[in-house]
Nanobody
Framework: QVQLVESGGGLVQAGGSLRLSCAAS????????TAWYRQAPGKQRELVAV???????NYISSVKGRFTIYREDGKNTMYLEMSSLKTEDTAVYYC?????????WGQGTQVTVPS
């Protein structure tokens, strides 16, 4: 059983920075693909960034150069470093782990960038 717990969300002014964390339980973290998704009000959940077990990262175009995804397998933790935040980054951010065809999700953490 895998449990994912996000933290680090909050309210930040445009242009500011935040770091989200996702702590995972269980023993598969280091061999699983992990990702950050987000869901803005009235919109579908979208993939923001993904990182493989080998550390290969990919991002959606709107966050490239502003967000960095990385992980510390020894701590079973994944991070999303966000900078130059924009109002359109406002959303609930979810941690995701994919292993053996099964998705695991955290409960989400709110990021708000007021206009």
């Amino acid at each position: 059983q895998v449990q994912l717990v996000e933290s680090g969300g909050g309210l930040v002014q445009a242009g500011g920075s935040l770091r989200l964390s996702c702590a995972a339980s269980g023993s598969i973290f280091s061999i699983a693909q992990t990702a950050w998704y987000r869901q803005a009000p009235g919109k579908q959940r979208e993939l923001v960034a993904v990182i493989t077990s080998r550390g290969i990262a990919n991002y959606i175009s709107s966050v490239k150069g502003r967000f960095t995804i990385y992980r510390e397998d020894g701590k079973n933790t994944m991070y999303l470093e966000m900078s130059s935040l924009k109002t359109e980054d406002t959303a609930v951010y979810y941690c995701n782990l994919l292993y053996a065809g099964r998705d695991y999700w955290g409960q989400g953490t709110q990021v708000t960038v007021p206009s």
